[in-house]
């Protein structure tokens, strides 16, 4: 099989999506989350594993009824930053929102992150879930869809204008001739556009592998679109086999209908594999870990986060779902709409909704390690996703599935023995994205004037 | 002597105040400036060294006709993440502008450097020179001081605000009681002023040293009094003996008046030490480097710089200093104030100011080690300083000051044999600052209700 699947790890630290309880776990540090030598030991691991990235995931808005694992955690680029002088091939994903950040400041300190990393940066570009990050930012409401994901085009569109404010020879350095720089490949941006006036240039030149990888998170049909004019990755849910198909092929249809190669979008799905030497061991710590995940306080807070991190602790638990759907068109609309929808077919308790809501976590990737390859085979196989996003609860069950799991894929041909390249982009198949100011000359090279 | 000297070291990178040409040194690397390990190699000669901290300084607007050093560098905070991991004692001080950054996330950045670095960081405050980088941030028209450093207060205000988001005690993560955080112990901020609405609470926990501390680099009034207020070093120029001791006494003096300790805030000058074996070597090579600096579009660049980048080119070099008054009201109104009070003054033409401008560069601290040592114990005892940033043009002349001058300023009791701390705060002699919340507590429970 020449297409090659891609693995990246996504660190829990001390919890992630349907593990709210993992903090418990004696295994996990209660400081893991900010603690950067867990990052630096996690990411050395995936890189040992020959994974393609470390991805960090993020958010700007908590309250005290929140999961611990959202509660302190270290800042993206930060973490990366300093992760990525104890690693040489592993990608580094960081989640930063175009909602509450200003084109030239990310893009300069993604542009930092990629030349520091030596072309391993990538940015997992997200709108912001959570309304309330928007009164940590000086604004009473959360910008709607439209706004957010319009806001989010034209900042990928501001930060890659602003990344190739250096054509790749544009410091000569030139001693004798005193000349540092050649200022006919430095460009201005002179952006002026419906959410940003940028006029550049940016103060940092482009790295190994040219530009930062663009992934972005987001379901909604309004996300979808953003992906597939200028995603490079995609970090999605998953769900079932016909919901990933159809979501793959989705996305790839939408990409190929905007004039792009479709594989130059690489899906990853979210995998919280659960291995073990025996299928029945994995299923029984399956049921072991979904039974953990018990505190109904954190399950609330959960879904109101949905709902612009609404208190449906006011309500009695064994009523029927209330009707909150007029709180769900801001952050969460997708997910909001999703449990509506599910409350009234199914006609299900507040309490019934609060404690399925761990759906996120259901993997199908639980079994055996052949029954753990064998599925990542098959779903792979079936157009679901190009890699996955792998999360542990643990470094041990990491070590274990890199142990047992990758050589099995290794040995049918599905992953990779030895690293391609040294940049994010060259793991991953992408191109590297020609400098447009290069490109523009090369085109009045040729053409003659 | 019990008053400690403190040391800091600020990496010229390809270049420097006053050292413009450096890039053309043969054994400065043509890339030092986006080399982290560049800076990871100045951080530990530093460490070594028992310097209290690494001074990254910043600026966001560029043209073409901009000094090399100027044109590509690292982004502050992404720099120091990284060089944190490398060191364990050393101060991470990185320049970042209140006027361009929201506090909510460049508070959360400090904050994530500061767990990061076990309690190292350090914010330099500043309100942007450049003029233009207002278009950069999608602004006609960089503010004016009263705006910028009315800013900068409530900027430090409300970031320090976010930092004591969580009591120290905050998480008991009592996995018996299922508590991972006591939500009595998390706060929100709720700040509401002229410039900024944030609700809070930050997700980042305090670090070892509390918060990070807080540096200032303005010398206006304007500057004078925000560092007054609330800074814990300064970043300042120095100049004469007579000029050092004017502006320490007066910034004592207002830090007192605002109930401080004047203690407290650390004033560091620049100082770019030129050290060689004979005071008459060092004199010499103080010639070479003057002579070196020549590069006369370089000095219009950076004339231009204190009057909005404005094209100094454009003029006769040879006719009076042309009247510019109108355009020094924003940016760098200080430092255009004197430049053209001297212009008046001396009667100088545009050539004669360009070509002096490299003021900043001429260094009290040039001589051989003994006269260099003594020199920095004469201005010490004659308070102008708590400490010095130290710059050097090459990490030879850093090595040589190091094992040269450093012994000197020991044998006499001025500068530490060991550090005090792993904290920046501890190697400074600043205080914990005792979180806000806990404070009003422990208040509460001593008088009793
Ligand atoms: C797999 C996945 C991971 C995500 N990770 C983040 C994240 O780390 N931070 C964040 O703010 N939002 C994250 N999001 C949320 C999206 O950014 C988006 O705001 C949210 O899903 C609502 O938009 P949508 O309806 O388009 O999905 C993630 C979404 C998905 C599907
Ligand atoms: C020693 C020194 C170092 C400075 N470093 C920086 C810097 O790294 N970045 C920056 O934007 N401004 C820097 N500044 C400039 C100040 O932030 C300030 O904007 C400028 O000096 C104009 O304000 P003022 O008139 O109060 O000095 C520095 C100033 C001094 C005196």
């Given at each position: 099989m020449s297409r090659k699947l891609h693995l990246a790890l996504h660190p829990y630290?001390?919890?992630?999506p349907g593990q709210?309880?993992?903090?418990?776990?004696?295994?996990?540090?209660?400081d893991a989350s900010i603690d950067i030598n867990y990052y630096i030991q996690q990411a050395q691991a995936a890189e040992h594993a020959l994974f393609d990235a470390l991805f960090i995931v993020d958010s700007q808005f908590i309250n005290a009824t929140y999961p611990a694992h959202y509660l302190n955690r270290l800042e993206p680029l930060t973490l990366l930053s300093a992760v990525a002088t104890h690693t040489r091939h592993v990608g580094l994903v960081g989640t930063a929102s175009s909602t509450y950040n200003s084109p030239f400041n990310l893009a300069r300190r993604f542009a930092s992150l990629d030349l520091i990393s030596g072309g391993r940066a990538g940015w997992n570009v997200v709108t912001s879930f959570?309304?309330?990050t928007s009164r940590n930012y000086g604004l009473d409401e959360h910008a709607d869809y439209t706004t957010r994901y319009g806001r989010a085009l034209e900042f990928v569109e501001v930060a890659r204008g602003l990344w190739d404010s250096?054509?790749?020879?544009?410091?000569?350095?030139d001693v004798a001739a005193n000349v540092?720089?050649?200022?006919?490949k430095l460009h201005e941006l002179n952006h002026v556009g419906e959410h940003f006036k940028v006029a550049g240039p940016l103060n940092v030149s482009r790295s190994a592998q040219g530009q930062p990888v663009i992934f972005q998170a987001g379901v909604s049909e309004e996300g979808r679109d953003l992906a597939a004019r200028v995603a490079e990755g995609i970090y999605a849910p998953g769900g079932t086999l016909e919901s990933a198909q159809e979501y793959y092929a989705d996305i790839k249809r939408r990409t190929a209908s905007y004039?792009?190669?479709?594989?130059?979008i690489k899906i990853f799905i979210h995998g919280g594999p659960v291995v073990a030497p025996t299928d029945e061991a994995a299923q029984r710590r399956e049921r072991e870990i979904a039974a953990e995940d018990n505190d109904l306080d954190r399950h609330l807070a959960l879904l109101g986060r949905s709902f612009?991190?609404?208190?449906?602790?006011?309500?009695?638990?064994?009523?029927?779902?209330?009707?909150?759907?007029?709180?769900?068109?801001?952050?969460?609309r997708t997910a909001a709409t999703k449990i509506i929808e599910r409350a009234r077919r199914d006609n299900l308790t507040l309490r019934q909704v609060a404690e399925s809501?761990?759906?996120?976590?259901?993997?199908?990737?639980?079994?055996?390690p052949t029954t753990v390859a064998d599925r990542i085979e098959t779903w792979f196989g079936a157009g679901t996703f190009d890699g996955i996003n792998l999360a542990f609860r643990t470094t041990e069950e990491l070590a274990y599935f890199v142990d047992s799991v990758v050589p099995i894929l290794q040995q049918r041909g599905?992953?990779?023995?030895?690293?391609?390249?040294?940049?994010l982009r060259g793991n991953l198949g992408l191109p590297i994205p020609v400098n447009r100011h290069t490109q523009a000359r090369q085109y009045v090279d040729a053409v003659g004037a």
């Open positions: 630290g001390v919890g992630g709210h309880g993992l903090w418990k776990d004696p295994r996990v540090a209660h959570d309304t309330g250096y054509e790749d020879d544009a410091f000569p350095a540092f720089l050649d200022p006919t004039g792009r190669n479709p594989d130059h612009g991190a609404y208190d449906f602790s006011q309500h009695d638990l064994d009523a029927p779902f209330p009707d909150v759907a007029a709180l769900a068109e801001k952050g969460g809501a761990a759906d996120f976590r259901q993997s199908p990737f639980v079994g055996s599905l992953f990779r023995t030895e690293y391609e390249a040294d940049t």
